[in-house]
């Protein structure tokens, strides 16, 4: 390595947080804003925390001792003699000086500095400003009209930044135009090293507003280029996977017959296209990743128990993986059920388990005894390690986050040396070896298997995320709701009429109807105590004017046996009326429920409320569900309920949302800190994510591109960094 590509080794650790470990780095490590050296502003028309340029006549100056030692200078305008009383004036101020300092502010003197402008104690200042020959024309000496301003770490000073970032800049190869011609021309893209200059040193001025909104030209080219690379990374992903071998499944049919003779229903048709899409993804020896999206309701549950059948029936094992523990209760007592006498093992494995039970549940798994594992994270936790797996079933997938989704991916992968794979974009996960949750043995001295994948959500994908991050992924869509279920009424209702909501419950509980009455969730763990006190005195009021109705309290601080007692008692319907927090928000499934009070319904999102009302209109009967509100509604609020109230139809749910939230935000708290893009942005860059999608499929064919050093630019540097 050439001496000059080094960074200094006194900044080395802090560079490093700004994930700058090579000099190449500086490259994109893009400015977030500049200032505009050159623009003199007129000293009436200084505003707090500007950068700008001054200029003035000196009008005093002194060295002042207190409260420490500094050298004071005021200016005022050229053209301003000063009589009047309204003089604007700033205040230059120095603790550290030098004697040609204090020549260059003598009383009198014409100047020109350069800074920042804070609100000091008699009236505006800077503090330690630079000076600027008078004589400067609007274009500096170094023909930079702006000067960038980067995102640092504490301790970096900006000026070290633009050093290295100039360093960086002179090094031809880095700048190596590595799009080929024509598609830069077809999508008029600035070359690289045009971009790079124009982003780093703009010349200028009047191009502020554009590189700070990121609009400009130059922008477009690296979030193109950046796009590309992750489009490029995705396809390798997919290829190695295609590369890798998976067990191939033949379903022998000894056993799922039996399960669907015992069900009460026959599967609807959109769900036996979903089976054969997944059967047939399963009989193919590569891995199958594949993303099952259906309504609440929609009866995906049964299309991954009939998939997990399959590869039982051929000899291997399955991961059923759900997000919270209630929910993959659930579905261990389903699946319980349905299984009821036919000879599958399941094991149930969560983080609740005691320390002998996780073990023996863990040694099922690694014996291959287990043939249906079913639990929450606990599953893919180092020490869980499986025989023969064939597939992972992921309920809920949007729940854990694309990020995870990510990392869940590569966990399924046989890890090799090094573990890196060319893989998600710039986000790439690293897993150390030895963090591997679900490997996979050699079977029959074959090289590793991995096992398929199967997810299942309720969210639908909006368009940028299916272009880009779940680009690799196919999908099978279940757009019909079992027949037999009638709609779901539903009512805004003021809180004020709550006693008439309970009188309404009680009739239908004593009638035999089952309700859930839900209270709101608060995020912050105080306010966690003021939700369970609102839970605890509804409970307490329902019991007492219910009487010969079971009214049960089931709340997140609850033991995860408790839990599970009282969720099954519901299913029982020994509990008629079940007083909850929003742990049931996801998943559960009880047909017999056919009311949904939900309390303060203003404080939750469309999605939540959206699921919440799907846990009822599961059964045969007629259901309602109750929306409470308090008096004062947010414009918000008002348009969410106004959107819960008129339409039950998920994707409309699902836009709307995207609508009144703005996009971005569609992906919830929990997926908000979507991996890999430094600068695109796939809801405001749709045009760019679509170009590069075009484009990666066409540049694999061009011989003059190279692929590896284009990936190189955007992936490296975190390479370096998982190694660090
Ligand atoms: P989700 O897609 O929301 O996960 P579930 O799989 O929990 O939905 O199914 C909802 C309910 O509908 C369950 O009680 C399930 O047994 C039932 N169900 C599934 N498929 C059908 C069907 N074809 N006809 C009637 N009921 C069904
Ligand atoms: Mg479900």
Known sequence: MNEETYLPPALRPKLAKLRIAHLRDCLLHLPMRYEDQTRVVALRDLMVGESVVVEGVVEFAETQFRPRRQFVALIRASDDDGSSHFTPRLTLRYFNFYPNIVKALTIGNSIRVFGEIREGRNGLEIVHPLFKKTDAKPQSSEGEALTAVYPSAAGIPQAALRTLATKALKVRDWQAELLPAPFRESLQLLSWSDALAALHQPTDVSAIGALESRNHPAWRRVKFDELLAQQLALKDAKTLRAAESSPSITPTQLISPLMMQRLSFTLTSAQKRAVSDVLADLT???????????????????????????????????????????????????????????????????????????????????????????????????????????????????????????????????LGEGAQRAGEGDGVRFNEPDDNPIPTLPLKGREQLAPHTLMLSATPIPRSLAMSYYADLDVSVIDEIPSGRQPIVTKLVSEQRRAEIAERIYKAAQQ????????????????????????????????????????????????????????????????????????????????????????????????????????????????????????????????RLKVIYE?????????????????????????????????????????????????????????????????ARWIQNRTEFAKA
């Open 284 to 414: 193919r020896d590569v891995p199958m990743t594949r993303l099952l999206q259906g309504d609440v309701g929609s009866g995906k549950t049964i299309v991954a128990a009939l998939a997990a059948l399959a590869c039982i029936e051929a000899g291997y094992q399955v991961a059923f993986m759900a997000p919270t523990e209630l929910l993959a209760e659930q579905h261990f007592r389903k699946l319980t059920h349905w299984l009821k006498d036919l000879p599958v093992q399941l094991t149930w494995l969560a983080g609740s388990l005691t320390t002998a039970e996780l073990k023996a549940a863990q040694d099922k798994c690694k014996r291959g005894e287990a043939q249906i594992a079913i639990g929450t994270h606990a599953l893919f936790q180092k020490k869980v390690s499986f025989a023969r797996l064939a597939l992972v079933v992921v309920d809920e997938q949007h729940r854990f986050g694309v990020e995870q989704r990510l990392q869940l991916r590569s966990k399924t992968l046989p």
């Open 512 to 639: 035999g109807a089952q309700a859930y009455w839900v209270c709101p969730l608060i995020e912050e763990s105080d306010k966690l105590e003021v939700q369970l006190q609102d839970a605890s005195a509804l409970y307490a009021d329902l019991v007492m004017i219910m009487p010969n109705v079971r009214v049960a309290l089931l709340h997140g601080r609850m033991k995860a046996d408790e839990k599970a007692e009282v969720m099954q008692a519901f299913i029982e319907n020994e509990v008629q009326v079940l007083v909850s927090t929003t742990v049931i928000e996801v998943g559960v499934d009880v047909p017999n429920a056919s009311w949904m009070v939900i309390e303060h319904a203003e404080r939750f999102g469309l999605a939540q409320l959206h699921q919440l009302r799907g846990r009822v209109g599961r059964g045969s009967a007629a259901s309602t569900c109750i929306l409470l509100f308090a008096d004062k509604l947010s414009d918000t609020a008002k348009q």
């Open 647 to 711: 339409t039950t139809d998920g994707f409309v749910i699902a836009r709307e949302d995207l609508r009144i939230r703005g996009p971005g935000e569609l992906l919830g708290p929990r997926q908000s800190g979507v991996p890999g893009l430094r600068y695109a942005n796939i809801e405001e860059d749709i045009d760019l994510v679509e170009a590069a999608r075009d484009v990666a499929t066409k540049i694999s064919a061009d011989p003059s591109f190279n692929r590896t050093a284009f990936l």
